[in-house]
C-alpha cells in the first residue's frame, strides 16, 4: 500500500513536498518513482529513487528544481519540488516498480501505485 501527502496551491516559485510511505509487502529490490497527470494530457515521469543504493532519475523538465531521496527507515519517499512553476500543475502519483528494473520512466512498468495528490502552482 502506498499513501501520498504533501499536495496543495503553492505560488510560482514556491516549494512543496510531497511524501510517500510504502507499507505491506517488502521487496529486496525496487524502485520508487513519482509520475504526474495534468488535465487532459498522458502521465508522465518525473523523478525516481533506487531503494538498495540511492541512485536517482530525474525527468528533464525537473531536473535543479526537484529532488527525490527516501527514508529507508520509515518505507518512505520525499519529493522536494522547489522553483514551482505553473506547467507543473498536475496530480502527482507515487509508484513502486518491484523488483526495480533497467528503465524506471516508464508508467507501464510500475507494479503498485497511490493515490494521487494535487499539486496546484498559480502564476
Known amino acids: 500500500q502506498l499513501q501520498a501527502f504533501g499536495g496543495g496551491l503553492v505560488q510560482a516559485g514556491g516549494s512543496l513536498r510531497l511524501s510517500c510511505a510504502a507499507s505491506?509487502?517488502?521487496?529486496?529490490?525496487?524502485?520508487m518513482g513519482w509520475f504526474r497527470q495534468a488535465p487532459g494530457k498522458e502521465r508522465e515521469f518525473v523523478a525516481a529513487?533506487?531503494?538498495?543504493?540511492?541512485?536517482?532519475y530525474y525527468a528533464d523538465s525537473v531536473k535543479g528544481r526537484f529532488t527525490i531521496s527516501r527514508d529507508n527507515a520509515k518505507n518512505t519517499n520525499y519529493l522536494q519540488m522547489n522553483s514551482l512553476k505553473p506547467e507543473d500543475t498536475a496530480v502527482y502519483y507515487c509508484?513502486?516498480?518491484?523488483?526495480?528494473?533497467?528503465?524506471?520512466?516508464?508508467?507501464?512498468?510500475?507494479?503498485?501505485w497511490g493515490q494521487g495528490t494535487l499539486v496546484t502552482v498559480s502564476s
Open positions: 505491506g509487502r517488502t521487496f529486496s529490490s525496487y524502485a
Open positions: 509508484a513502486v516498480q518491484a523488483p526495480m528494473r533497467a528503465i524506471v520512466v516508464v508508467t507501464t512498468l510500475y507494479d503498485y
Open positions: 529513487i533506487s531503494w538498495s543504493d540511492g541512485s536517482t
